[in-house]
Nanobody, 121 residues
């Protein structure tokens, strides 16, 4: 059983920084991609950043130049460093792993439970 455990988040003033991390535990064959999504109140969940197994990264336009996604393959962990935070970054942040459970199964989506980031003005 794969589990994703997030840490980080909290309350920060505009212009400040926060770091999130998410680690996968359990038994699985491979991790194809890792990413972060967020959902603000009354809004749909949106992509923040992703990083694939080859290291290529992708960011939402709204966070480019402010957020940095990275991964530690040995620890099955993904990180999101957030700087120059704005009130509009306030949301619940979810990590997402695309995992192949066994060598002969399809890649599946796994989600963390979410961590709240609140940016005050």
């Amino acid at each position: 059983q794969v589990q994703l455990v997030e840490s980080g988040g909290g309350l920060v003033q505009a212009g400040g920084s926060l770091a999130l991390s998410c680690a996968a535990s359990g038994s699985f064959f491979s991790i194809n991609a890792m990413g972060w999504y967020r959902q603000a109140p009354g809004e749909q969940r949106e992509l923040v950043a992703t990083i694939i197994s080859g290291g290529r990264v992708n960011y939402a336009d709204s966070v480019k130049g402010r957020f940095t996604i990275s991964r530690d393959n040995a620890k099955n962990t993904v990180y999101l460093q957030m700087t120059s935070l704005k009130p509009e970054d306030t949301a619940v942040y979810y990590c997402n792993f695309k995992i192949r459970p066994t060598f002969n199964t399809y890649v599946m989506d796994y989600w963390g439970k979410g961590t709240l980031v609140t940016v005050s003005s």
